[in-house]
């Protein structure tokens, strides 16, 4: 697989009370293989949109996206704002309805991963907020995508549980590498997971500016190190501080 | 469950019984005749086999048209619920099925395709049908937008999304269609079987109003409670007891 770029010249929609909307204009993003990159941008810019556009679930906008892979389906695996478990199967079947021939050494060994084997036959609704987006990290993680979606998963959860989840989180993509396109307002988070960092305007939205963060993997877990990169961004880069 | 919720409904089942009696003692006369009578004339027609027969006949009718407007109204449900524009051109014409009385249907059921059993079935779905698809389309239009994203994001087959994704969500409609329409259904098919057949629960009836024969009236409609009540607690309850266990 090689290089995603996509070519979003316009996404337009029309709002509830019948008004035109444009959310996306002359937006332009090369993502390098195996790449974990952070969108950053104000919410409500229309990030959500750009990620259901790559996803193929909405297709009404104008441009091009090249996914790279010339001839077959890429595997996309996405994981929503919220988990989207289905209520009524249990965790394993939840994995296992997004695989055509499902592994359970596969599962087995994510669940493992995820601290979750002990739950695997509880229903969704009986567990925390946290446990159901680890969930919906490994659905995504099980279907062995080549690119891996991610819209703000760590929302609302408090700071020890999305410190746990985000380390999880690398150290099954080191393991098993892809490019990973994370959405994120939250630049902290962001520098602490990211190869690089893409900025987006508010609406109609495009890119401001990309900036590769460039402190090692071994160093991510350092709070000193992360904010004072963020020092650093925002003195060199203040056309950003609006964005945040 | 503790003790007082079961000892409640069996006083208050016992006090009807108790008013019944007191009314048919007060009264003593032919047309309120007291329990233990309709209990004798009950076990009587058990006996002879004439209950069991018309009972049987009417179940059978019941079934054949219970599962034509469900399975009917189910199919059509989903589709209008999915397709506005075509959910836009039906509802007029639902709205009118929704409102022709019963007995309309049924006689203009006999009168255009005689007095035979089909035309009896189709009288009953006819009647049905209209409410199975406005609960089955109120579902579908209900339907979890989030889950349906999901499965197309993971690629999931048809067969998938429906059994997994749709029909948990549209569960508890079918059983309100199946709790409703087993109602409708019993009401109607008397009347059905009344007008233009020559066995079951319906034409019996009739033959007892003629005959002014109150205790054997009484008799069925005991039998009848008897058989819905099965129906909801051996049938209906454990199927939604079954659906439901993922709900905190």
């Known amino acids: 697989m090689s290089d995603i770029h996509i070519d979003i010249k316009n996404k337009t929609y029309t709002t509830a009370d019948s008004r035109q909307h444009t959310a996306i204009s002359e937006l332009k993003l090369s993502l390098p293989e195996n790449q974990f990159v952070c969108l950053v941008g104000p ?72 601290q979750l084997t002990s739950i695997q036959d509880v229903y969704p609704e009986h567990l925390s907020l946290g446990m159901s987006r680890r969930i919906a990290i490994i659905r995504a993680f099980a279907i062995n995508p080549d690119i891996l979606l991610m819209d703000e998963p760590f929302v609302s959860l408090d700071a020890p549980t999305a410190r746990q989840v985000r380390a999880l989180l690398i150290n099954l993509w080191q393991q098993r590498p892809h490019t990973i396109l994370f959405v994120s307002h939250d630049l902290r988070e962001a520098i602490a997971l990211a190869d ?24 991510r877990d350092d709070e000193t190190k992360i904010e004072s990169f963020r020092q650093y961004l925002l003195s060199q880069h203040p056309e950003i501080k609006g964005l945040l | 469950m503790n003790l007082s919720d079961k000892i409640l409904p069996t006083l208050s089942f016992i006090l009807l019984i108790a008013l019944w009696q007191g009314l048919a003692v007060f009264i003593n006369d032919n047309t309120l005749p007291t329990p233990s009578a309709v209990l004798t004339v009950f076990w009587q027609e058990i006996e002879s086999g ?47 099925f929704l409102n022709i009385p019963a007995l309309v249907t049924i006689i203009l059921c006999y009168v255009w395709f005689g007095l035979i059993e089909s035309a009896a079935i189709l ?67 008397l009347v059905v079987e009344l007008l233009g057949r020559s066995d079951g629960m319906g034409y019996q009836l009739h033959l ?41």
Not at chain 1, 48 to 76: F, S
Not at chain 1, 87 to 112: F, G
Not at chain 1, 196 to 219: C, G, Q, Y
Not at chain 2, 61 to 71: D, G, K, N, T
Request: glycine share 4%; charged share 20%; aromatic share 8%.
């Open chain 2, 123 to 189: 009288a009953v779905v006819i009647n049905k049908l209209p409410n199975v698809i406005v609960t089955i389309r109120e579902g579908t239009k209900a339907l979890d937008k989030d889950l349906l994203e999901m499965a197309r994001c993971y690629h999931f087959s048809k067969k998938k999304t429906f059994l997994h994704v749709i029909w948990p969500q549209l569960h508890p409609f079918v059983m309100a269609a199946t709790r409703s329409g087993l109602a409708l259904i019993w009401k109607i098919i």
């Open chain 1, 43 to 114: 919410s409500g810019c229309g990030k959500t949109t750009l990620l259901n556009i790559i996803a193929n679930l909405d297709t009404d906008y104008q441009g091009e996206i090249a996914l790279g892979l010339h001839h077959k389906k890429p595997n996309i695996g996405y994981i929503f704002q919220n988990p989207r478990l289905l209520p009524w199967r249990t965790v394993r079947e939840n994995i296992e309805l997004a695989l055509d021939s499902p592994q359970p050494e596969i599962i087995d060994s994510l669940l493992e991963a995820m």
């Open chain 1, 196 to 219: 690089k960092l893409i900025f987006l305007s508010t609406p109609p939205m495009s890119v401001t500016s990309e900036i590769a963060v460039d402190i090692s993997r071994a160093d």
């Open chain 2, 208 to 248: 007892f109003f003629q005959l002014f024969d109150v205790a054997s009236i009484l008799a069925y409609t005991i039998a009848f409670i008897m058989v819905i009540q099965s129906i909801e607690f051996l049938v209906l309850k454990p199927l939604d007891k079954k659906a439901l266990r993922w709900r905190r």
């Open chain 2, 50 to 96: 004439q209950l069991p027969h018309h009972l049987g006949i009417t179940l059978l009718r019941l079934l054949v048209s219970f599962s034509i407007a469900m399975l009917l109204g189910c199919a059509i449900g989903i589709v209008l619920g999915r397709n506005q524009k075509l959910d836009a051109f039906f509802d007029n014409w639902l709205v009118i």
